[in-house]
């Protein structure tokens, strides 16, 4: 069973730059698929951005693409996810997930969860 624990988060100037990082314990991620995920206040938890098992093919959110990167160290077994040009609409809590069925954005396929890290986008 792997554990996720993500650190990043913070409060940044529409137009600045995160990095939320995602370090796994218990085991390689190689054998995982990983999402990135975010609740924002009143609303339901999304799918951000998500890759299939070993980080071989990668999707995005339409509303963060080309603005957010998913990549991956497996040496490092830590999953990152670059956000540039952040705008208010991003400020949500970020959660690092995996699954061991494969590339989805369907929340109920990701079996386990970081504990989640704030982002807070200010105008």
């Known amino acids: 069973q792997v554990q996720l624990v993500e650190s990043g988060g913070g409060l940044v100037q529409a137009g600045g730059s995160l990095r939320l990082s995602c370090a796994a314990s218990?085991?390689?991620?190689?054998?995982?698929?990983m999402g990135w995920l975010r609740q924002a206040p009143g609303k339901e938890r999304e799918i951000v951005a998500c890759?299939?098992?070993?980080?071989?093919?990668?999707h995005y959110q339409d509303s963060v693409k080309g603005r957010f990167t998913l990549s991956r160290d497996n040496a490092l077994n830590t999953v990152y996810l670059q956000m540039t040009g952040l705008k208010p609409d991003d400020t949500a809590v970020y959660y690092c997930?995996?699954?061991?069925?494969?590339?989805?954005?369907?929340?109920?396929?990701?079996?386990?969860w970081g504990q989640g890290t704030q982002v807070t986008v200010s105008s």
């Open positions: 997930a995996a699954n061991t069925l494969g590339l989805s954005s369907a929340l109920l396929d990701y079996s386990y």
């Open positions: 218990g085991r390689t991620l190689k054998t995982y698929a």
């Open positions: 890759d299939s098992l070993g980080g071989y093919v990668i």
